[in-house]
């Protein structure tokens, strides 16, 4: 099993930027990808940004190219995600995710086998 923990959330005026990060702890040599999704209330969770298990190969919404960076440290078992020129469009709750085997469709949640509890990211006009 594997378990995720999410931090760095806040809130942020519009314009700025947080980076979040997702620590995995466990059976993490188990972990294949590891991705970011968000949710707002009343929406399904949204794919933001996924890293393959080299960190070489990574995977962006196009809305969010650009503005938003994925990488990883295989070292400390962590997953970042740098969000930059951030948007009150971009508060939601993010979601850390890790699957355990090579899928090829990782935009889709139903790809992952684990999830992190979330961190609240709110950005202000």
């Known amino acids: 099993q594997v378990q995720l923990v999410e931090s760095g959330g806040g809130l942020v005026q519009a314009g700025g930027s947080l980076r979040l990060s997702c620590t995995a702890s466990?059976?993490?040599?188990?972990?294949?990808?590891m991705g970011w999704f968000r949710q707002v209330p009343g929406k399904e969770r949204e794919f933001v940004a996924a890293?393959?298990?080299?960190?070489?190969?990574?995977y962006y919404t196009d809305s969010l190219r650009g503005r938003f960076t994925i990488s990883k440290d295989n070292a400390k078992n962590t997953v970042y995600l740098q969000m930059n020129s951030l948007k009150p469009e971009d508060t939601a709750v993010y979601y850390c995710?890790?699957?355990?085997?090579?899928?090829?469709?990782?935009?889709?949640?139903?790809?992952?086998?684990?999830w992190g509890q979330g961190t609240q990211v709110t950005v202000s006009s």
């Open positions: 995710s890790a699957a355990s085997e090579f899928r090829l469709q990782l935009a889709r949640p139903g790809s992952y086998d684990y």
């Open positions: 466990g059976r993490t040599f188990t972990i294949n990808s």
């Open positions: 890293i393959r298990w080299s960190g070489i190969t990574t």
